[in-house]
């Protein structure tokens, strides 16, 4: 990450080494880190995803949870840290569609990435922002899920353009892909 990456984007599949690239990227800049999780424990398997990435940050790290309104939490947080890593936004995405919003949901989601980005324009914040790719599979077979997919695209390509600095990650391999 450079000096000048004010809002980082990174995408890539499950267990890509995307949350251990926003890490090592956020260790680079000095000053006060907030980790902001979006993760709910929704049964043990996912509890245990939780645990382990909490033991990867260790204690560098002040850590929030915010699985809805991340954009407040972000304006909130973004005059007291010098680096915030959202870790990640698919599962934010996720749990706005089903926290039941209804129809207009996508949108309000869309509206709330602008909240996100205008966080990570404050000076002296470095915005690092962590998300699954979804769209390079197969066509979902249920209409909520292309719903996710179509959203996570759109999220994708409105935060790609916004940000001075963009990942993918391939097998533990960062691909710079703008910046």
Not at 11 to 30: C, D, F, H, M, T
Not at 60 to 78: C, K
Not at 87 to 101: K, Q, V, Y
Not at 150 to 174: K, M, N, T
């Amino acid at each position: 990450m450079r000096e000048e990456d004010m809002i980082t984007l990174i995408l890539g599949g499950a267990r890509s080494g995307k949350s251990e690239l926003a890490l090592q990227l956020g260790e680079k800049v000095p000053g006060r880190r907030a980790f902001v999780a979006t993760a709910q424990a929704s049964d043990a398997e996912m509890a245990e995803r939780i645990s382990c990435h909490q033991e990867r940050r260790g204690k560098d790290w002040d850590l929030f949870e915010e699985p809805l309104h991340l954009g407040s939490l972000l304006r909130q947080l973004a005059p007291w840290y010098q680096v915030i890593v959202v870790d990640c936004l698919t599962l934010w995405m996720g749990n706005r569609l089903r926290s039941g919003g209804g129809e207009g949901e996508a949108e309000a989601v869309m509206e709330e990435l602008a909240r996100i980005r205008e966080a990570g324009r404050l000076p002296g914040v470095h915005l690092i922002l962590v998300s699954n790719e979804v769209g390079m599979g197969i066509v979902p077979n249920n209409p909520l899920a292309r719903s996710f997919r179509d959203l996570s695209g759109r999220a994708h390509q409105f935060l790609a353009g916004e940000a001075e600095g963009v990942y993918f990650c391939l097998a533990g391999i960062p691909l710079r892909l703008k910046g």
